[in-house]
């Protein structure tokens, strides 16, 4: 219980995440995180609480606190019986005495609110619970500190508390059935422990404004938190917290029991509003809509469970988003401009529309003219970009392969940076941008024959140029440093998108069976694939320590489960995707990631693990392609003895 995390998420970018035991260990750790701007402007506005339950056997806490140096306060504390994720958050407590009480958290999907409950399983006169909130006003990136500019005394109306911490910070709305006693104190040196090991600020202060008191033994204990940005309050003047949390909790009840599975639910987590459209969240608790992240994620989060219409949105949002031949890589929250920085997102989202059109046709659902024309017109601007040249370097050259990079840029998906120095420039041609280029320009087909030539050349050229035989598999990256010539025989993952998780394979026969072997014996763990070897030099064994430290492991070894869904779709397309391999896929590669959802963010799949045993989870621990991945798998291993086999492409020639 200790090393997993649960989420709980608003659809508008904002959410609230903990941990099991209750112990708050990240800055993230919160009740109420608010998207200000959605999905961006992440404000950290209610940071927990501290609980405890009076009987007439004495007052035991419900949570405890850690504080710095390293003390674990209070000592004498309620046992957590049983916890679990399902439908939402919910702890068993029982007490010394016997007593046993129930606390569950659930947030509301499309409003900043965050509900507390506490109800007592077995009776006991006289019972009473204290909550005291723990309240901030930061961005979800920063900490909080001891100061006098924080406003502590609540607007008070009824049952309703407004705190309104700072000048241009969202409003801290309380709905209870309780009673508020004002109480101000600031906790200090709140001690964060998953801060401290990632060599980071790990300490913070918080405002505790006052007490909400209940009578447990009368009746459950609401209590609701909510932001408001607006001012005109959060809820209506004849709302009750009893009747708005059980509305609240019956909706959430009936939504997420319509999701087909655990897993298809934990997809619905990363799909949040963006204007009046919709985008992908690349992963909680740091990361907002990323370009790469959002595309590759889409096929498994949407096209693999049959939302096609959210793909359609998702994908017509960033249709106009196109310049320069490229879709940008990444909106940064402060709202300064969009960032161009990857010569891989935008096929990706090529890719992605190729996809969404064959299965869009497989359903029947129909796309409008205009709706066609402006995805065709998107795909085209960018084939025709990278073919002209772009940013970055990013052109085809005379061979029909794509050469992209400039010192100080990485625009592959291996993208840290480390000490101001880049750990895996890629600069030339890298083995998975041929991949993926290969595909998009069979996606622009559909709408001009004139790609085909291209197309060939660069099947021919890749087939020329990036095998290695002495390893049997492919070279990392060729023309490296744009020398003609110049290969990286480094082994890492990128190669098997040559041969699976994209539509259609640039490389097969002997040579794909070669390098999937490879792949194989060489990178494979439980959790993913290693991004490098293990003997290679460079290596990595263990993801960990500060920003340098990590940075330079993030690509050097650690292991990242959404390759899996590559190499499995490449592992079963060297076998012709029989059963008995869909069987020996399901239970080798499959599994051991649906074992992990009961890990690290529970229901959920992390974003790395280390690359040696026994492969720690590590990174982002709710990851969108991780998950959309393990979706995708879970349908090419699917054990009905009639082969799937995927939409036959349409072609649509303008006239």
């Known amino acids: 219980m200790r090393n997993t995390e649960w989420l709980e998420t608003d659809g508008l970018g904002g959410f609230a995440m903990g941990s099991a035991d209750g112990i708050r260990r990240r800055r993230y750790h919160g009740l109420l995180i608010a998207a200000t701007t959605p999905p961006t402007g992440r404000m950290m506005l209610a940071s927990g609480f501290e609980a405890a339950v009076t009987t007439a056997s004495g007052r035991f806490a419900l949570n405890t606190q850690h504080y710095a140096p390293d003390v674990i306060h209070p000592g004498l504390r309620a046992e957590i019986e049983s916890f679990t994720h399902e439908p939402w958050p919910t702890w068993t407590f029982r007490l010394p005495d016997g007593t046993r009480l129930r606390q569950e958290i659930v947030m509301a999907r499309g409003r900043p609110q965050t509900c507390c409950t506490w109800r007592l399983l077995t009776p006991v006169p006289g019972a009473r619970l204290d909550v005291r909130p723990f309240l901030c006003g930061r961005d979800y990136h920063s900490l909080h500190h001891e100061n006098a500019a924080f406003a502590l005394e609540p607007e008070s109306r009824g049952d309703r508390l407004t705190w309104r911490p700072y000048p241009g910070v969202p409003a801290v709305a309380v709905l209870s059935n309780g009673r508020y006693r004002h109480e101000p104190q600031w906790y200090r040196n709140f001690l964060y422990e998953q801060e401290r090991a990632r060599g980071l600020d790990d300490t913070e202060d918080l405002a505790a404004p006052g007490v909400l008191e ?175 040249g772009t940013r970055y370097g990013i052109r085809m050259e005379a061979d029909g392969l794509i050469a992209a990079g400039v010192p100080g840029q990485q625009l592959t998906w291996m993208d840290a940076r480390a000490g101001g120095r880049e750990v895996t420039p890629r600069i030339g041609k890298p083995v998975e941008i041929q991949a993926l280029w290969y595909n998009a320009l069979g996606v622009a087909g559909r709408w001009s024959d004139r790609w085909e030539g291209v197309r060939e050349r660069c099947q021919s050229s890749f087939a020329a140029r990036f095998w290695n035989e002495l390893r049997g598999c492919l070279y990392d990256v060729v023309d490296v440093d744009h020398v003609v010539g110049r290969s990286d025989p480094s082994l890492r993952p990128n190669q098997v998108l040559a041969i699976g998780g994209l539509p ?107 690359a040696v045993e026994p492969h720690t989870p590590a990174g982002c621990p709710f990851q969108a392609w991780s998950v959309g991945e393990l979706l995708r798998m879970e349908a090419m291993t699917a054990l009905d003895d009639a082969d799937a086999a995927a939409p036959k492409r349409r072609k649509v020639v303008r006239t």
């Open 504 to 610: 259609e394979a640039l490389l097969r026969g002997d040579r794909a069976a070669r390098t999937v072997g490879v792949v194989e014996r060489e990178l494979l763990t439980p959790l993913g694939l290693r991004t490098l070897a293990a003997g290679e030099p460079g290596f990595v064994p263990h993801y960990g320590g500060g920003p340098d430290q990590r940075d330079g492991a993030y690509h050097q070894g650690t292991v990242w489960p959404w390759l899996t869904g590559a190499f499995v779709d490449a592992w079963l397309r060297v076998r012709g995707r029989a059963l008995a391999a869909r069987r020996e896929a399901r239970q080798r590669f499959v599994q051991p990631l649906l074992d992990h959802l009961n890990d690290a963010g529970l229901g959920h799949v992390s974003e790395i693990a280390d």
């Open 214 to 388: 209940f009578d447990l033994d009368e009746r459950e204990a609401v209590c609701i938190f909510a932001a408001d940005s607006g001012g005109t309050g959060a809820w209506s003047d004849d709302a009750s917290a009893v009747t708005l949390g059980a509305h609240l909790r019956r909706s959430e009840q009936q939504r997420r029991a319509a999701f087909a599975s655990p897993l298809h639910r934990a997809a619905d987590a990363y799909m949040v509003q963006r204007g009046s459209g919709l985008s992908i969240v690349a992963g909680y608790p740091w990361f907002t809509d990323w370009g790469r992240d959002t595309f590759i994620a889409l096929r498994g989060l949407c096209l693999a469970t049959g939302r096609l219409d959210d793909a359609r949105k998702i994908l017509m949002g960033w249709a106009d988003t196109v310049s320069e031949g490229m879709i940008p890589n990444r909106f940064p929250d402060a709202g300064d401009e969009p960032e161009f920085n990857a010569v891989d997102a935008s096929l990706w989202y090529v890719v992605a529309v190729g996809e969404f059109l064959d299965a869009a046709q497989a359903s029947g659902m129909k796309l409008s003219r205009p709706q066609e024309a402006r995805l065709a017109a998107a795909v085209t601007a960018i084939v025709e970009g990278y073919c002209r």
